[in-house]
């Protein structure tokens, strides 16, 4: 007999803030199914008030209480039986981060944990990869965010070493990220990377699982570099205005998206992987699989 669950993640990022809502398929006998059930994402960009002003302004915290009112009232029509809402870069970095947590509890009804760059690393390490790791293989894992990107190697389908670097492309479109971040993550890579042969990158994030949409490969197919590197070439050669018009992204992409292929291309120049796999997992994939686990 078939038992199905449903469990919610709400992913509060430097970029957007997104609700999964996900349909947990329990049988015996066999292995946890984890399916998506519904995502929403609206493009509220906290990083730009945080990373230019310190602070989350009043008319974000507005939008971010309607917000949370909204997906309380779509998980009420769900069924979640139980979720989790996690604040990353932006909000821990704001000074009246706990304030406006405070204010969206008493508004909305949703309680929010603003968790640690170390926290949310584990969090998206423990996404279920077993059915793309392969275990004589090497992977990279980069999970590209707003305010900060997550890095994980995995060898033998084990994590070896993960570690959070505060570099993010609403922090890079603002010309706050220094050249002695991008030293801190090649030396990082590199030193991890030296004993293992055959290395190929994760990507996770909303603008890699973009350049992978607009590739049109088969979703177990990786991308070369030399693609990626055609990519980028081709998007930085790009105005603003004709990315959104030609390539069809949204507007509050159109900027974010060159930066995140710099991040993903020198990752890959700096471990020596030649491909990179795009599965459609994230931050709020890995909240749900700790939810059900009992990890979080």
Not at 175 to 188: C, D
Not at 230 to 259: C, F, T
């Amino acid at each position: 007999m078939i038992n199905i669950r449903k469990y919610a993640a709400i992913d509060i990022g430097s970029n957007a803030v997104r609700l999964l809502v996900a349909n947990i398929i329990e049988e015996a006998g066999k292995e946890t199914q984890f399916t998506k059930s519904s995502l929403v994402r609206v493009p509220i960009r906290l990083g730009q008030d945080v990373f230019t002003k310190g602070e989350i302004s009043e008319e974000n915290i507005v939008r971010m209480c309607d917000a949370m009112k909204a997906y309380k009232l779509l998980m009420k029509v769900h069924k979640v039986e139980k979720y989790m809402a996690c604040a990353t870069s932006a909000m821990r970095e704001a000074d009246n981060g706990k304030e406006v947590v405070e204010r969206i509890a008493k508004e909305s009804g949703v309680d929010i944990e603003i968790i640690d760059g170390k926290k949310e690393a584990a969090i998206i390490a423990s996404t279920d990869l077993h059915f793309l790791l392969k275990t004589e293989n090497t992977y990279l894992y980069v999970d590209v965010g707003g305010g900060s990107t997550e890095f994980s190697l995995f060898s033998n389908g084990k994590i070896v070493a993960s570690k959070s670097f505060r570099i993010g492309t609403v922090r890079f479109i603002n010309h706050m990220v220094h050249e002695s971040v991008w030293i801190e993550i090649e030396a990082w890579i590199r030193e991890h990377s030296v004993d293992y042969d055959n290395i190929s990158l994760i990507g996770s994030g909303g603008n890699i699982n973009k350049i992978f949409k607009l590739s049109g490969k088969l979703q177990e197919k990786p991308l070369s570099y030399m693609y990626l590197n055609s990519q980028y070439s081709l998007m930085n050669s790009m105005s603003y205005e004709q990315r959104i018009s030609e390539l069809g992204l949204n507007a509050d992409r159109a900027d974010v998206i060159i930066p995140a292929l710099q991040i993903y291309l020198n990752a890959m120049k700096w471990s020596g992987a030649r491909n990179i796999y795009v599965p459609k997992i994230g931050l709020s994939d890995g909240i749900i699989k700790a939810l059900y686990y009992g990890k979080i």
